[in-house]
């Protein structure tokens, strides 16, 4: 294990050229980081952040992913190191990788602190809202030299998410509330980009105010606040409707107007581009329950 790392070591040197301009990034973590050449073999530990490579034209630079990143069909094709929360640091040593790019607010801290130990560069990404989607595919861009493709991949998310506004900002407002999970049952806060989806469709969130961007509250809490609408996500394979449990409170204000919606989870859940038609099947929804509640 320790020539595997000292392996690494010495392959995340770059090669000093004096020619090239010398690159320079901070990350989503205020980490500085400076390179002379772009980067060549990239470890991914976030589906959504093995996703953002390929869509700003990088993907062929991916070495290594964590489980679940499904998505092109091509990162399935790529050596698993573990999960988001364990990695196998004796296989990310052997992928000799320029740089692991890491989740802020997902990849353990402890994982984040070992890579930097051992001298491994890493990058971190975290998307707070739904405009940071085209800032990290720009700096996908800039890490690894392909400016060009990342920057139009970008600006056409921006397009796309400003028509999205633009035609949802005068809807109606209706109260939601958003399942992550149903035992426990964990939601989202007003800062949590899920949320700002729902918001961006008309919706108000009756979470809003909480501090913790995933935090688990009690049924009994939703039933006093009485959402107009509530949304769970769906994910392939699943047999059982998550939203069941809301048909024991048929006075509940979503129930009696049958407004209990599942949307594509992959599409809302995750920071990237494609997040473009989770909003579109999250404003359908919402336009649907305004039709019922409008009767």
Known sequence: MRIL????LIFSGFPASASAEKLTLTDSHN?????????????SLSPHITELFFAAGA???LVGVVDFSDFPEAAKQLPRIGDAFRVDLEKVALLKPDLVAV????????LQEKLVQLGIPIFSFEVGELDGIADDLERVGRLTGRRASAKSVANHYRKELSKLRLNNHDKKKLSFFYQISARPLFTVNGRHFISEVLELCGGV???DELQSLAPTVAIESVIERDPQ??????FPGMSENPLAQWQRF???NAVSTDNLYLVNAELVARSTPRIISGITEACQVMDEA??????
């Open 5 to 8: 790392l000292a392996g690494v």
């Open 31 to 43: 980490r500085v980081y400076q390179a002379s050449v772009p980067v060549q073999r990239v470890v």
């Open 59 to 61: 993907g062929d630079l």
């Open 103 to 110: 989740w802020e607010s997902g990849t353990p801290v402890a």
């Open 205 to 207: 969130n009756i979470f």
């Open 229 to 234: 609408v509530i949304v769970a996500g769906r």
């Open 250 to 252: 048929p006075t509940l």
């Open 290 to 295: 305004r039709s019922k509640i409008l009767q």
